[in-house]
């Protein structure tokens, strides 16, 4: 059996984690549920997780984003109650990726749309030559 650990980050107007939570219980699927302050964990046989997250993530798909975890809940190398709190390792990662999440929903909703980005004009630099052209005017004045 290949067993997987995923994360279900939401960042929604929509929907609170516990809506989430609610939706996995209900699905009577043989996993394993854990609720987070940034969503939820679920752990289980690879597909039948993978099939669950992808009916989850119907609910708000610009605000609801999964990823995989290295680690199932509660293992000890991850775990705060025994590493005697603190925050977990990877927190910090986390916490910055979820400030972009809204970002990254707006582009996968204009993406949506068929909205394609232009290119962005870059600004040239000034050349050193006419820097060093503008000084002599200015010194010579």
């Known amino acids: ?6 994360m279900i980050v939401i960042n929604s107007t929509k929907v609170l984690p516990s809506d989430i939570v609610i939706k996995l219980y209900e699905s009577n ?3 394993m549920i854990k609720e987070t ?12 997780v993978n099939s669950l997250l992808n009916d989850i993530r119907k609910i708000d798909p610009y605000g609801i984003f999964i990823k995989e975890r290295g680690l ?12 005697r709190g603190g925050a977990r ?4 990662n986390l916490e910055t990726e979820d400030r972009m999440l809204p970002h990254i929903a707006s582009a ?21 030559e006419k820097l060093k052209e503008i000084i ?5 004045q």
């Open 108 to 128: 996968l909703r204009a993406l949506d749309r068929g909205e394609v980005p232009g290119h962005k004009q870059r600004i040239k630099k000034l050349d050193v």
């Open 1 to 6: 059996m290949d067993t997987i650990t995923k």
């Open 72 to 83: 199932a809940p509660g293992e000890p190398y991850r775990c705060r109650a025994t590493r």
């Open 29 to 31: 699927a043989d996993v």
């Open 37 to 48: 302050c940034f969503g939820a964990m679920v752990s289980g046989e690879r597909s039948v």
């Open 89 to 92: 390792p990877g927190f910090h």
């Open 136 to 140: 002599e005017s200015e010194v010579s």
